[in-house]
Nanobody
Framework: QVQLVESGGGLVQPGGSLRLSCAAS????????MGWYRQAPGKQRELVAGITNGGITNYVDSVKGRFTIFRDNAKNTVYLQMNSLKPEDTAVYYC????????????WGQGTQVTVSS
């Protein structure tokens, strides 16, 4: 059983930056894709950014040009670099890994709070 542990959240002023990390307890190569989701109070969880094993990335329109997802396979870690943060980016951010090994299923981290406020 692989565990995903997020870190790097916190309070930041509008226009600031944060880098989230998602460390896996095993190889992230087992995941066909990994991603960052977020959930704001009263809203549904949404995919913010995803990256495949081949390095193909995708982003929700609202973060394009501001967020970057990247992975370090040697460290079994996926990152989300967030720049030019806005108050509407405030949410709990969750790391996700999707695997086709065995029965296709998702792994989730426990979440990390990001608050953008002056």
């Amino acid at each position: 059983q692989v565990q995903l542990v997020e870190s790097g959240g916190g309070l930041v002023q509008p226009g600031g930056s944060l880098r989230l990390s998602c460390a896996a307890s095993g190889s992230i190569l087992r995941f066909n894709s990994m991603g960052w989701y977020r959930q704001a109070p009263g809203k549904q969880r949404e995919l913010v950014a995803g990256i495949t094993n081949g390095g193909i990335t995708n982003y929700v329109d609202s973060v394009k040009g501001r967020f970057t997802i990247f992975r370090d396979n040697a460290k079994n870690t996926v990152y989300l670099q967030m720049n030019s943060l806005k108050p509407e980016d405030t949410a709990v951010y969750y790391c996700n890994g999707f695997t086709l090994i065995g029965v296709p299923h998702d792994y989730w981290g426990q979440g990390t709070q990001v608050t953008v406020s002056s």
